[in-house]
C-alpha cells in the first residue's frame, strides 16, 4: 500500500494537536482527516474507510481503551490504532494490547517516531492483503511429509497442519475434526504396526515400559532407518480431502479386516481393527495398497462423518 492510497484518520479533543499532525502527515503524503472525539471518529469511521487511526488515550465522552473496543467489536482487524499518550501504566498496556492497539506513541509527539510506527503498520497490512489474496486464490494444495520414527511426534505436525487448512480452506470444524482423527489413527497405527511393529501385548503395557521398549527398537539402524509417508491433497473445486499414509512394514491382510468391519452392525471398540473401523466410519472412502502398507481415505468437505461404513 502506498502512501498516496493509506487513509488516517487522526482523533484528539486538542484541535491545535489535530490540525498539527494532519499537516505532518498531509506532507508526508497520506491522505488524512481530523476528529474532535472518539465519537466522531466512531461516526467517521462508519461513514468512510480508514487503514489507520492515530487516536489520544485520554478523551471526554470515549476513552482510548473504550474506543478501542468499539473498533475491535465493529472492524475486527480491518483498522489499525495508534494511541497517542503522555503515560502509560503497565495495566492499561496490557488491556490495550489485548483490545488490538498496533502501536503507541508518546507525547509530545516525535513526528519521525509516528510516521515509523506508520510505515511499519503499513508495511505489515500489505504482507496480509497479499496472503488474503493468496487466499481467495488457493483451490488446491499438495502436502508431502516424510517422517522419522526417532522424531515421531504428531501434535505438532497436526497443529501445523489444523491451523493451515482452518485459515486457508475454511473448512467446517466439525469436518476438520474427524480429518485430523483420521490422519491421527493413520499415522499412529504406521509407527505403531509399520513401524516398530509392536505386538499385542507389548502395545498393552504401562506408559513408561512401552517407552522403554520403543526406544530399545529404535536403536535398531534397520527400525530407525524406515519411514511414514503421510500426504495430504485437497481439492476446494472437486470438494473433497485425500490422505495418504504408507509405511516400510510387513504389511497385513488388510481385506479379511474390512470384511469384518462392513459384516459388523455396530462400532468396533475393540483393539484390533479399531483405526479400520473409525476411518470406515468417518471418511467417505477407504483404500488399501502395497498389501496394506499404503492406507488412502476421502473426505468430502461439505459435510460431516458417514452414517454407515465408507466405500471401498
Known amino acids: 500500500m502506498t502512501r498516496s492510497k493509506a487513509r488516517l484518520l487522526v482523533v484528539d479533543d486538542s484541535a491545535s494537536i ?11 503524503g497520506y491522505h488524512v482527516e481530523p476528529a474532535c472525539s472518539g465519537i466522531d471518529a466512531l461516526r467517521k469511521l462508519h461513514q ?23 473498533i475491535s467489536r465493529d472492524f475486527q482487524d480491518e483498522v489499525s490504532v495508534i494511541l497517542m499518550t503522555g503515560f502509560l501504566d503497565q495495566e492499561y498496556f496490557i488491556n490495550a494490547i489485548r483490545l488490538g492497539a498496533a502501536d503507541f506513541i ?27 489474496e493468496f487466499q481467495q486464490y488457493l483451490q488446491s494444495a499438495d ?16 497443529n501445523a497442519l489444523s491451523s493451515f487448512l482452518r485459515h486457508n480452506f475454511k473448512i467446517d470444524q466439525q469436518v476438520l475434526n474427524e480429518l485430523l482423527l483420521c490422519m491421527d489413527e493413520m499415522v499412529y497405527n504406521a509407527y505403531i504396526h509399520g513401524t516398530l511393529q509392536l505386538d499385542q ?6 506408559y513408561a515400559t512401552l517407552q522403554a521398549v520403543i526406544s530399545h ?31 516400510d512394514g510387513d504389511g497385513f491382510d488388510h481385506h479379511a479386516v ?26 467417505h472412502k477407504v483404500e488399501f495398497e502395497n498389501s496394506g502398507r499404503r492406507v488412502r481415505i476421502t473426505k468430502h468437505l461439505s459435510n460431516g462423518g458417514t452414517s454407515k461404513p465408507a466405500s471401498i
Do not use: W
Open 258 to 283: 474390512m470384511q469384518k468391519v462392513l459384516s459388523e452392525q455396530d462400532l468396533s471398540l475393540v483393539e484390533h481393527g479399531r483405526g479400520i473401523t473409525l476411518l470406515c466410519h468417518l471418511a
Open 217 to 247: 527398537k529404535l536403536s535398531d539402524p534397520v527400525t530407525a532407518a524406515r519411514r511414514i509417508r503421510l500426504r495430504i491433497v485437497i481439492n476446494r473445486n472437486e470438494d473433497c480431502v485425500m490422505i495418504e499414509v504408507d509405511d
Open 18 to 28: 489535530v490540525s498539527s499532525l494532519c499537516k505532518v502527515l498531509d506532507l508526508s
Open 106 to 132: 508518546r507525547k509530545p509527539i516525535d513526528t519521525k517516531q509516528l510516521l515509523s510506527s506508520i510505515e511499519h503498520i503499513l508495511g505489515k497490512r500489505k504482507i496480509k492483503d497479499e496472503y488474503h
Open 201 to 206: 501385548q507389548e502395545r498393552r503395557l504401562d
Open 48 to 70: 468512510t474507510h480508514y487503514d489507520i487511526v492515530i487516536c489520544d488515550i485520554e478523551m471526554p465522552e470515549l476513552t482510548g481503551l473504550d474506543f478501542l473496543q468499539k
Open 143 to 158: 502436502f508431502s511429509f516424510s517422517i522419522m520414527p526417532v522424531n515421531f511426534s504428531k501434535s505438532n505436525l497436526f
